[in-house]
C-alpha cells in the first residue's frame, strides 16, 4: 500500500490547485480522477460553454458593424466549427495542465476511489484491478452532475442536460431552457445569437435570484428585448416527449412546447460512489458537511467544492479552499474566507458582483449608502458600443469601506476584480475615488462610483 501525505479524490479547479500548493509545501501527493483533468469546469463546464459565447458574442457584434461604419456581407456560423474551436480549446488546456502535473511531481492515479479504512481508499483502475493508497490527510474535490427533472431522465436529444447541449448536432428552432439560474441565462444567451427561439421559466420569483434585484429585472428587460420568452415565479409541473418535440405544463396550466428542453434546475454532488456514511462522514442534505475549516465530520477528511454543504458553485471558489485546506494542514489554522470572491455570469450583457452587494446579503439600510453609475455615461461605452447596464457600489455609512460592487454590462466579468481588491483590502471609499483611472476606459466607472458615493455621504 502506498502513502501519502495527501490525497485528493477528483482533479477538477480545486483537487488539481491543491495538489500543486501541497507539492510546493513539500507535501507528498496523489492526485485521483476517475475521468479526465480539469473536471467539469475544463470538460464540460466553465470552458466550452465560454468557448462558445466568445463565438456567440462576436457573431452579435459583426451584425451590428454597420453601425461602426463598416459594410460586411451575410454573416452566418458553423455549427461543426464551433464546436471544433470549442473542443481545441479544452484539449489545449488539457494538455497544459498534464504538464503542469507531471514537472509538479504529484502523483496522479487513474480510477474511482471509495474510502476502506480511517485514511486508507481504494481504487479501482479503469482496466480493472484494484490500488489501495493510505493517506495522513484526505481531499474530496469530485465536484457535481446536472440534476435532472423529477422522474424524466436525460436521453441527449430532446431532454437535454448541460453537458448534452454542448453536443447538439443541430441548432433547435425552438429551445426551452428550465432553471433561469447561472447555467439557464448563459445557454439562453447562446442559442438566442444562433437564432434560437427561447423560452425560460423560473420557479423563483426572478431570474439568477442570488444577484441584486436591480441587475437580475434588467438582465430579464434586456433577454426580452431581444425575443426570449420569460416565465418567473412559474413551476413545471410535467415535462413530456411529443411526437415533434417535448411540451411543459406549467402550475397556473399553461402548456409550452419546443423542439428540445434544456433541464437547468440545478447540480447534484457526485459522493455516491465514495462510502461516506461507512467512512463516518456526515451528509446533510445530498452534500458533504464541512465546519469553517473544510474538514468533515472524520478528522484528517476535507471536501471542497459542488460536493459541500458549503459550496459557493464557482471553479475559483473550488480552488480557493482548496488550497486554503492545504495551507492549514501546514498551519496555522485560519478559516476559509468567502467575503470577497466575485461572482461572474457570462451572459450578454455580462453579470458580476462581489462582497454585500449580492441579493440579501447588504447590511441594514440605514448603515450604508450606494452610488449607481450608469455605462451610457462613459465615452469608451459609446466608442465600443456598448452602453447597456449600470455599476452599483455600496460603502459602510460609519467608516467608508467599500462593502461590495455589483454590475451588468459589458467585460464587467474583468472589471470585478478591482472591486474585489477593494473588498478584500477593506479600502475606504475615498481612496479608490482618488485613484486616477485612465480615459477613457470601462473601468473608470469604478472611480465615478466611488466618486458619487463620496458625494452622496457629504449630503
Given at each position: 500500500?502506498?502513502?501519502?501525505?495527501?490525497?485528493?479524490?477528483?482533479a477538477g479547479p480545486g483537487?488539481?490547485?491543491a495538489?500543486?500548493?501541497?507539492?510546493e509545501?513539500g507535501f507528498?501527493?496523489?492526485?485521483i480522477?476517475k475521468?479526465?483533468l480539469?473536471g467539469?469546469?475544463?470538460n464540460t463546464g466553465?470552458?466550452?460553454?465560454k468557448?462558445l459565447?466568445?463565438?456567440?458574442?462576436?457573431?452579435?457584434?459583426i451584425?451590428?458593424a454597420s453601425?461602426?461604419g463598416?459594410?460586411?456581407a451575410?454573416?452566418?456560423?458553423?455549427?461543426?466549427?464551433?464546436?471544433q474551436r470549442?473542443?481545441?480549446?479544452?484539449?489545449?488546456?488539457k494538455?497544459g495542465?498534464?504538464?503542469t502535473?507531471?514537472r509538479?511531481g504529484v502523483?496522479?492515479?487513474g480510477?474511482?476511489?471509495?474510502?476502506?479504512?480511517?485514511g486508507?481508499l481504494?481504487i479501482?483502475?479503469p482496466?480493472?484491478?484494484?490500488v489501495?493508497?493510505?493517506?495522513?490527510?484526505i481531499l474530496?474535490a469530485?465536484?457535481a452532475?446536472p440534476?435532472?427533472?423529477?422522474?424524466?431522465?436525460f436521453?441527449g436529444?430532446?431532454?437535454?442536460s448541460?453537458?448534452?447541449i454542448?453536443?447538439?448536432k443541430t441548432?433547435?428552432e425552438?429551445?426551452?431552457i428550465i432553471?433561469g439560474g447561472?447555467i439557464?441565462v448563459?445557454?439562453?444567451?447562446?442559442?438566442?445569437?444562433?437564432?434560437?427561439k427561447i423560452?425560460?421559466?423560473?420557479?423563483l420569483?426572478?431570474?439568477?435570484f442570488?444577484?441584486?434585484?436591480?441587475?437580475?429585472r434588467?438582465?430579464?428587460s434586456?433577454?426580452r428585448?431581444k425575443g426570449?420568452?420569460?416565465y418567473?415565479g412559474?413551476?413545471?409541473?410535467?415535462?413530456?416527449k411529443?411526437k415533434g418535440?417535448?411540451?411543459i405544463?406549467?402550475e397556473?396550466?399553461?402548456?409550452?412546447?419546443?423542439?428540445q428542453?434544456?433541464v437547468?434546475?440545478?447540480?447534484?454532488?457526485?459522493i455516491?460512489?465514495?462510502?461516506?456514511?461507512?467512512?463516518?462522514?456526515k451528509?446533510e442534505?445530498?452534500?458533504?458537511?464541512?465546519?469553517k475549516y473544510?474538514?468533515?465530520t472524520?478528522a484528517?477528511v476535507?471536501?471542497?467544492g459542488d460536493?459541500t454543504?458549503?459550496t459557493t458553485?464557482l471553479a475559483?471558489g473550488a480552488?480557493?479552499?482548496?488550497?486554503?485546506?492545504v495551507r492549514?494542514?501546514?498551519?496555522?489554522?485560519?478559516?476559509?474566507?468567502?467575503g470577497?470572491?466575485?461572482?461572474?455570469?457570462?451572459?450578454?450583457p455580462e453579470?458580476?458582483?462581489v462582497?454585500a452587494?449580492?441579493?440579501g446579503s447588504r447590511?441594514r439600510s440605514?448603515?450604508?449608502v450606494?452610488?449607481?453609475i450608469?455605462?451610457a455615461?462613459?465615452?469608451?461605452?459609446h466608442i465600443?458600443?456598448?452602453t447597456?447596464?449600470?455599476?452599483k457600489?455600496?460603502?459602510?455609512k460609519k467608516d467608508?469601506?467599500?462593502?461590495?460592487?455589483t454590475?451588468?454590462g459589458?467585460h464587467v466579468?474583468?472589471?470585478?476584480?478591482?472591486?474585489a481588491?477593494?473588498?478584500?483590502l477593506g479600502?475606504?471609499v475615498?481612496?479608490?475615488?482618488?485613484?486616477?483611472h485612465?480615459?477613457?476606459?470601462?473601468?473608470e466607472i469604478l472611480?465615478?462610483?466611488?466618486?458619487e458615493l463620496?458625494?452622496i455621504?457629504?449630503?
Amino acid at each position: 500500500m502506498s502513502s501519502y501525505d495527501l490525497a485528493i479524490i477528483g482533479a477538477g479547479p480545486g483537487g488539481f490547485e491543491a495538489a500543486l500548493r501541497a507539492r510546493e509545501l513539500g507535501f507528498k501527493v496523489a492526485l485521483i480522477e476517475k475521468s479526465d483533468l480539469g473536471g467539469t469546469c475544463l470538460n464540460t463546464g466553465c470552458i466550452p460553454t465560454k468557448a462558445l459565447l466568445a463565438s456567440t458574442k462576436l457573431l452579435t457584434k459583426i451584425k451590428e458593424a454597420s453601425s461602426f461604419g463598416l459594410s460586411v456581407a451575410a454573416v452566418s456560423y458553423d455549427r461543426e466549427t464551433l464546436l471544433q474551436r470549442k473542443n481545441r480549446i479544452v484539449e489545449t488546456l488539457k494538455k497544459g495542465m498534464t504538464e503542469t502535473l507531471k514537472r509538479s511531481g504529484v502523483e496522479w492515479i487513474g480510477g474511482e476511489a471509495r474510502f476502506s479504512g480511517r485514511g486508507e481508499l481504494e481504487i479501482s483502475a479503469p482496466r480493472g484491478g484494484n490500488v489501495a493508497v493510505e493517506a495522513r490527510s484526505i481531499l474530496i474535490a469530485t465536484g457535481a452532475r446536472p440534476a435532472p427533472f423529477p422522474g424524466v431522465p436525460f436521453d441527449g436529444e430532446r431532454i437535454l442536460s448541460s453537458t448534452d447541449i454542448l453536443e447538439l448536432k443541430t441548432v433547435p428552432e425552438r429551445l426551452l431552457i428550465i432553471g433561469g439560474g447561472v447555467i439557464g441565462v448563459e445557454f439562453a444567451s447562446v442559442f438566442q445569437a444562433l437564432g434560437s427561439k427561447i423560452t425560460m421559466v423560473e420557479v423563483l420569483e426572478r431570474l439568477i435570484f442570488g444577484e441584486d434585484e436591480e441587475v437580475s429585472r434588467r438582465l430579464e428587460s434586456v433577454f426580452r428585448r431581444k425575443g426570449m420568452e420569460i416565465y418567473t415565479g412559474e413551476k413545471v409541473r410535467s415535462l413530456t416527449k411529443t411526437k415533434g418535440g417535448v411540451e411543459i405544463t406549467l402550475e397556473s396550466e399553461k402548456r409550452l412546447e419546443a423542439d428540445q428542453v434544456l433541464v437547468a434546475m440545478g447540480r447534484t454532488p457526485q459522493i455516491d460512489a465514495l462510502g461516506l456514511p461507512e467512512a463516518g462522514i456526515k451528509i446533510e442534505r445530498g452534500a458533504i458537511s464541512v465546519d469553517k475549516y473544510l474538514e468533515t465530520t472524520r478528522a484528517g477528511v476535507f471536501a471542497i467544492g459542488d460536493v459541500t454543504s458549503r459550496t459557493t458553485g464557482l471553479a475559483h471558489g473550488a480552488a480557493a479552499e482548496g488550497i486554503r485546506v492545504v495551507r492549514n494542514l501546514k498551519g496555522p489554522k485560519v478559516p476559509m474566507d468567502y467575503g470577497a470572491i466575485p461572482y461572474c455570469i457570462y451572459t450578454d450583457p455580462e453579470v458580476a458582483s462581489v462582497g454585500a452587494a449580492r441579493s440579501g446579503s447588504r447590511e441594514r439600510s440605514e448603515e450604508i449608502v450606494e452610488g449607481k453609475i450608469l455605462f451610457a455615461s462613459l465615452g469608451k461605452s459609446h466608442i465600443e458600443g456598448e452602453t447597456e447596464g449600470f455599476l452599483k457600489m455600496i460603502a459602510s455609512k460609519k467608516d467608508g469601506r467599500i462593502l461590495g460592487v455589483t454590475a451588468i454590462g459589458a467585460h464587467v466579468t474583468e472589471l470585478i476584480h478591482e472591486a474585489a481588491l477593494a473588498v478584500k483590502l477593506g479600502v475606504n471609499v475615498k481612496s479608490l475615488a482618488q485613484t486616477v483611472h485612465a480615459h477613457p476606459t470601462e473601468s473608470e466607472i469604478l472611480e465615478k462610483a466611488a466618486q458619487e458615493l463620496t458625494r452622496i455621504a457629504k449630503e
